[in-house]
């Protein structure tokens, strides 16, 4: 843990520097974090404010939540810009004006109307980073539309976020990264893709982790293939085991289990680094992202940021197998997935 404590600074301490906060403000990037009220959504919102990028946050209204949360988030950006230039006038720069957006990540519909009104106000999205996600051991359990909960937090919600960000993200000047954290070169395979995509049939909690993460891999490697989108980094992390309210769902026997193991864990702070220093910041920074096979598609990296591989089972088929099932799905949304 302190090893990994190290190298998390070392990467804070390479990116968050003077000249990288001013150019984030001069060139007013945005960011979009979607699920930034806890664990690591919150974390990387923050991390982003401290680079001085605009967050627009994304989550579940709440008495409250709003104005909590934009709170943090100009804290946060203050706080960097104080430590930063430390006394050098830091009180005559303007610090980005955060904003959120409440949003029902469990339904698709309420993804499209929350990514037309961000657009709608910000036309050129620099950064999206998905982290929202559900731990429980429930079987398939339909959202209104149809669709298991966890599938949809996991990975349609997703789907619908880039594609709903997709003109504001093609618009952007300055590398810009679509980050989805989930279990990127962790998951294995799920078999039934063709013959059960929903997982109606061979629902259980390995399926639905394995599935979500195949589908990710999948479908963000859809889009980084698209010649429309050669601008665009599209990355499938996995952040690995970090200390947060993970699990708050499992009954109370699970539950406790996990928060006795939860003080190994690293500070979702730490993870953050490992998740946002190697991708966004690297390559704001001029750095280049790198692959275990050099060739093009989707970024799968690991909890320390190091570069993880895809599945043997990944390929073109099974490619355009799921984007053919995700743009159907999107389709009943009310999505237009052929812009």
């Known amino acids: 843990m302190v090893i990994s404590l ?102 698709l519909s309420s993804i499209k109307q929350t990514t037309e009104a961000i657009l709608e106000k910000h036309p050129v999205i620099d950064v999206l980073v ?40 093609r618009k952007s000047q300055n590398s810009p990264v679509v980050l989805s954290v989930l279990s990127g070169g962790v998951h294995s395979v799920y078999k039934y893709y063709k013959e059960d995509t929903l997982l109606k049939k061979h629902y259980s909690i390995a399926n639905a982790a394995n599935a979500a993460g195949f589908y990710n891999d999948l479908c963000l490697d859809h889009y980084a293939l698209d010649s429309r989108n050669s601008n665009i980094s599209f990355i499938h992390s996995s952040p690995g085991f970090v200390n947060t309210n993970w699990g708050t769902e499992f009954g109370v026997v699970l539950r406790s289990m996990v928060r006795a193991l939860q003080p190994l864990g690293r500070k979702a702070s730490e993870c953050a680094e490992y998740l946002l220093g190697p991708t966004v910041f690297a390559l704001s920074h001029g750095d280049t992202l790198l692959k275990v096979k050099d060739e093009g598609g989707v970024y799968i990296y690991g909890e320390n940021g190091q570069t993880k591989d895809l599945t043997k089972e990944h390929g073109k088929e099974a490619r355009e197998f799921i984007w053919d099932h995700t743009k159907h799905i999107m389709e009943k949304a009310g999505f237009d997935t052929n812009n």
């Open 130 to 169: 998905m982290t929202q996600g559900m731990a429980t051991t429930q079987g398939f359990t339909p959202t209104p539309e149809g669709n298991d909960e966890k599938m949809t937090l996991h990975y349609y919600s997703r789907m619908a976020m880039i594609q709903g960000l997709l003109p504001g993200l």
């Open 6 to 107: 190290l190298k998390a600074n070392a990467l804070r301490a390479k990116y968050l520097t003077k000249q990288a906060y001013q150019n984030t403000l001069s060139k007013k990037l945005t960011a979009v974090v979607c699920s930034p009220t806890s664990g690591i959504g919150q974390a990387c919102a923050i991390r982003l404010a401290e680079q001085g990028y605009k967050v627009i946050a994304i989550g579940r209204e709440k008495p409250g939540r709003a104005e909590a949360v934009k709170e943090q988030l100009t804290k946060a950006s203050q706080t960097a810009l104080d430590s930063i230039l430390q006394g050098e006038g830091g009180g005559n720069v303007d610090t980005p004006k955060h904003e959120f957006y409440p949003c029902d990540a469990f339904s």
